[in-house]
């Protein structure tokens, strides 16, 4: 079964992080390490864990530092702060409070160990036993136009914006004629906000030429996908998006290619109200 296969990768990624805590800890390793397309790697993680990959490090780190408090009680916090990582000791003692509910100081006198057991009984999310319909089907080869938005996701509307005038200049790709796609680099929740990319593109028959607005020619290639369709406002997209590789990927027989997956708009929260969105999501697949 893939599910099981998918288990022993992010198995793996934890025993390397367990061994490697002293090492930078980058995604594009661990998604290495997973044999795992980056664009995935996070998500699938999660589905897994039920924490994503920076917030088990950091509890991996914090592990071994509250071991190092309780039975090497020569060593100073300070010492332990920096081999955990941390700046400093205060950073050290307000992240381990925070996670604990004690301070290192607490902790080294009268660990609470009941309650240190608990942070670490990972659990994947529960998203309920909701049902969704997933198609397995060809994505045919697309030309598109697209403008690359970089930085705060909370700032996408304002280069939809420049989109939107681009296509309405052009008459390149007509909105309500032309398909419209998104298309962001990884999750945005669990990723540093100069980090985050998103597509904004539309279809379009013919090369863009060259233009003010920074939009560019591009293709979204001919793949096997999963898609499911998600209804309603697109603030909770992210959890059909989770239901999809924590529910539908881990039980299906499948593993995810490497390209990112994408979003194909049917209609706007100018057109109609947010509960009557129309969205699809496509998670390419290997053949």
Known sequence: MQSNLLQQRISLVCDYINQHLDDELTVSLLSDVAALSKFHFHRVFVAF??????????????????????????????????????????????????????????FRQAAN???????????????????????????????????????????????????IAWRQNSGLSPINTSRTFGMPNGDPETMAEDAFRFKLCGSVNTEVPDNAFGVESGVIPQMRCAKVRHLGSHDNMEQTIRW?????????????????????????????????LITDIYLPLQN
């Open 113 to 163: 160990w009941p309650s240190w057991y608990d942070v670490f009984n990972f659990s994947p999310q529960n998203l309920g036993v909701q049902t969704m319909q997933v198609d397995i089907i060809n994505f045919e080869q697309t030309q598109i136009a697209f403008l690359e938005h970089k930085g705060a996701a909370k700032l996408i509307f304002e280069s939809a914006g420049k989109f």
């Open 49 to 106: 864990m039920g924490v994503n990959v920076g917030k088990y490090i950091l509890l991996a780190r914090l592990k071994r530092a509250s071991f190092r408090l309780a039975f090497e009680r020569d060593i100073k916090i300070i010492d332990i702060a920096l081999e955990a990582k941390f700046d400093s000791a205060e950073a050290f003692s307000r992240a381990f409070k925070r996670t604990f509910e004690q301070s290192p100081s607490q």
């Open 244 to 276: 999809l590789y924590q529910n539908w990927l881990a039980d299906s027989g499948e593993l995810p290619n490497a390209h990112c997956c994408f979003f194909e708009y049917h209609n706007f929260v100018h057109q109609v109200d947010e509960c009557d």
